[in-house]
């Protein structure tokens, strides 16, 4: 039998979702802040194609007959690469300083673990990474004239390095200090 003390008490607090539950709470939330932001996304699929075009431009009909013509394509794919992984680690930080009071908020009240959105955050930049790329290796692949048959090689290595520094850009974008 209850007594009237049982009765008055507050009912037992909900059980926490399961980590899958809450990881795709993180990454739905995740996507809509992606998508969502128009200028961050509108200077990446601007900037990297006229990077390429520039890119291409300059080393485009380079003979590779020679010692020093074999040079200047290999440095048009290594610089070409560096220049737009690097452009997209700088574009990469403003954005996560803008969110991350929210975060650090969300965090703080207990909404989520960091683990579950630090893995949306990098799987929901792993689909606009390739696809932007993609575009770009294909503008300024064939422009500097290399042969059709390693494209993807050149490909997956610009891809993983342009991964690389966009997870550093958020490493120090969330790890730099407040005002």
């Not at 008490?9 to 990881?23: C, D, I, K």
């Not at 909404?111 to 792993?126: G, N, Q, R």
């Not at 966009?166 to 974008?173: I, Y």
Request: charged share 10%; net charge negative; aromatic share 12%.
């Amino acid at each position: 039998m209850r007594s009237d003390q049982d009765s008055n008490r507050a009912p037992p607090p909900e059980m926490p979702p399961g980590w899958f539950t809450e990881f795709g709470i993180v990454m739905s939330r995740t996507a809509s802040v992606s998508f969502r932001n128009i200028d961050y996304n509108t200077t990446r699929m601007v900037g990297l194609p006229i990077m390429a075009a520039v890119f291409g431009l300059t080393f485009f009909g380079i003979e590779d007959t020679d010692q020093a013509g074999v040079f200047s394509i290999i440095g048009a794919a290594f610089m070409g690469a560096s220049f737009s992984a690097m452009m997209l680690l700088n574009v990469a930080i403003p954005p996560l300083l803008t969110v991350r009071p929210a975060l650090y908020r969300e965090l703080d009240a207990g909404f989520y673990s960091p683990e579950s959105w630090a893995i949306a955050t990098t799987l929901m930049e792993i689909p606009w990474l390739m696809g932007l790329i993609t575009v770009f290796a294909s503008i300024l692949y064939f422009m500097i004239g290399l042969e059709p048959a390693n494209f993807p090689a050149f490909l997956g290595a610009i891809f993983m390095l342009a991964l690389a520094l966009v997870m550093f850009g958020h490493m120090v974008a969330m790890g730099s200090g407040s005002q």
